[in-house]
């Protein structure tokens, strides 16, 4: 079956563009995730949503990170004034549930992101 | 602080033979620990989930084992395939009672298998 989809796989944009990453999750599961990953490092929280809404944005790094879910299905991250440091690989999950801790997340092909 | 700490940080081994890789981690209240399979260019993929209660689960080739007093855990592959060839990302997740516990990922080992 579909599993969770990102896009663009690859985005290149320039110091101070805004920009915006799409997660489609897979379908029925209501816990999304947004992660990102560094360059040898492990993915680190961004922000949680459970159905429509941010459970736990404390990830983001600071107020040029937006991300929305308004339908409970589809989510978008959005960078304002991009960084060269925000250039990484984000990565999006789903899982059915997300009230359960032992859920099993599903991961995206993740989105590189390059900051010139 | 919570960390989690994993070794070796890379790993070159022959086709067939074992490895174990280890993973150290300071997050309290601990939840449940995960191994991820990470292929280049892909997201990570579950591999097992253990709760502070199991101290073994095996997928296939796969055997993790946990040790929540020491906070200390280790996977085992056994019989590596060309196709083990991939980072191992061990996951810790913080206890928050019935909602979603915060995760914390190790930076993975990179395992290289060779023929």
């Known amino acids: 079956g579909a599993g969770v989809s990102q896009t663009p796989s690859n985005k290149v944009t320039e110091k101070g563009k805004y920009v915006e990453l799409r997660c489609d999750p897979i379908?029925?599961?209501?816990?999304l995730y947004w992660y990102r990953q560094s360059l040898g490092q492990g993915p680190e929280f961004l922000i949680y949503f459970q159905g429509t809404g941010a459970a736990d944005d404390s990830g983001l790094p600071n107020d040029r990170f937006f991300a929305v879910r308004p339908e409970g299905s589809v989510s978008t991250l959005k960078i304002q004034r991009t960084e060269r440091g925000d250039s990484a690989v984000y990565l999006c999950?789903?899982?059915?549930?997300?009230?359960?801790?032992?859920?099993?997340?599903?991961f995206g092909p993740g989105t590189r992101l390059t900051v010139l | 602080k919570n960390q989690v700490e994993q070794s070796p940080q890379s790993l070159i081994i022959l086709e067939g033979k074992n490895c174990t890789l280890q993973?150290?981690?300071?997050?309290?209240?601990?939840?449940?620990l995960r191994w991820y399979k990470q292929d280049t260019g892909r997201g990570p993929v579950s591999l097992t989930i253990m709760t502070f209660s199991e101290n073994t689960k095996s997928n296939g080739r796969y055997t993790a084992t946990l040790d929540a007093d020491t906070k200390q855990s280790s996977l085992h592959i056994t019989a590596s395939q060309l196709s083990d060839s991939a980072s191992y990302i061990c996951v810790v997740s913080y206890d928050r009672g019935s909602t979603l516990g915060r995760l914390y990922f190790g930076r993975g080992t990179q395992l290289t298998v060779w023929p």
């Open positions: 993973c150290n981690y300071t997050v309290s209240p601990f939840s449940n």
């Open positions: 379908s029925g599961h209501t816990a």
């Open positions: 999950a789903s899982s059915l549930n997300g009230g359960e801790s032992t859920d099993t997340q599903y």
